[in-house]
């Protein structure tokens, strides 16, 4: 079957039928589909399960390169939008403090 072939009828019928997601056994529901409160409950569960990384470690791995696997001991790089987001921040302020102090100056 080429792509040619394809037809919205051939889509139609090979749809996904089952839902993406799973219901965590923790959760009773008789719905089929989940409501606010049952996702709510499951992202609890979910994030409670979660390891507590604290702020720091999850900073850095906004901010550096992830570890070699290969060498544990060798240092993280920044990453590069992680500089030019900087580097834009910094051009912004600076440009609002030079135009405002220099009204202040005159």
């Keep these: 079957m080429y792509y040619d072939d394809i037809t919205a009828q051939d889509v ?4 996904r039928t089952q839902p993406l997601f799973e219901i965590p056994a923790d959760i009773s ?3 089929s589909v989940p409501d606010a409160e049952h996702i709510r409950q499951a992202l609890r569960l979910r994030l409670g399960k979660a390891g507590n ?4 470690k999850r900073l850095s ?5 992830p570890a070699n ?3 544990a001991k060798a240092p993280r790089r920044f990453r590069h939008d992680a500089i030019m987001l900087t580097a834009l921040l910094l051009l912004a302020i600076s440009i609002v403090a030079f135009f405002n102090l220099s009204a202040i100056v005159r």
Excluded: I, K, Y
């Excluded at 990384?53 to 720091?56: I, K, L, N, T």
């Excluded at 791995?61 to 390169?65: G, H, K, Q, R, T």
């Design 61 to 65: 791995a906004l901010v550096l390169e």
């Design 53 to 56: 990384h604290g702020f720091w």
């Design 29 to 31: 529901s008789d719905l």
């Design 12 to 15: 139609l019928q090979n749809r």
């Design 69 to 71: 696997p290969f060498n």
